[in-house]
């Protein structure tokens, strides 16, 4: 059996308080082109050659994808990176408190919207279910745990993972956002 080296990428778990000191995280609507089409996800991508660390390939791809300056931005903690399942990718999380812009600025095509989602609505287990997803990578349909989100929105796959890892100790107060 050949060895197959995952590919480098990183995301960014950006986080900030609402006016109501309500704990937010960012999600993104990926656009319909490309692997991850009409996905919720984390801002973040591949490594690109120019990228001197993972951590800037994180905060290239925040910056490029939905306009947050990296003055914005605080790094709070390296998480422990995760593979996915079935695209080959090893995904390097950095959590960070961020200010987020007036406005966000989506990179056309890429992006298609901004989700601030309340964690807590990610700690509600009520909103845990199972569903049979289907998409156009895979054989057949796949039954697939999910958190129902406002709008629409299911969260799944590797960010329901990484965000797994997070949520429980966030409101355990491990890191001050």
């Given at each position: 059996m050949v060895a197959v080296t995952p590919i480098a990428s990183a995301v960014l778990v950006p986080l900030f308080r609402d006016r109501d000191d309500e704990l937010r995280l960012v999600l993104v609507v990926r656009g319909e082109a490309g692997m991850h089409g009409g996905q919720l996800g984390l801002p973040g991508g591949k490594r690109e050659p120019g990228d001197v660390s993972l951590l800037e390939t994180a905060l290239r791809e925040t910056e490029e994808e939905i306009g947050l300056a990296r003055s914005e931005i605080t790094v709070v903690a390296e998480l422990a990176p995760i593979?996915?399942?079935?695209?080959g990718f090893r995904v390097q999380p950095y959590?960070?408190?961020?200010?987020?812009?007036?406005?966000?600025?989506?990179?056309?095509?890429e992006v298609t919207a901004v989700v601030t989602q309340r964690v807590a609505t990610l700690a509600n287990s009520a909103n845990r279910r199972e569903e049979l997803l289907s998409f156009p990578t895979w054989p057949?349909?796949?039954?697939?745990?999910?958190?129902?989100?406002?709008g629409g929105h299911r969260l799944w796959g590797l960010t329901l993972r990484v965000l797994d890892s997070v949520v429980r100790r966030l409101l355990a107060g491990e890191w001050t956002i």
């Open positions: 593979d996915t399942r079935t695209t959590l960070a408190r961020i200010r987020p812009p007036d406005r966000w600025r989506l990179a056309p095509g057949e349909p796949r039954l697939t745990e999910c958190i129902a989100l406002e």
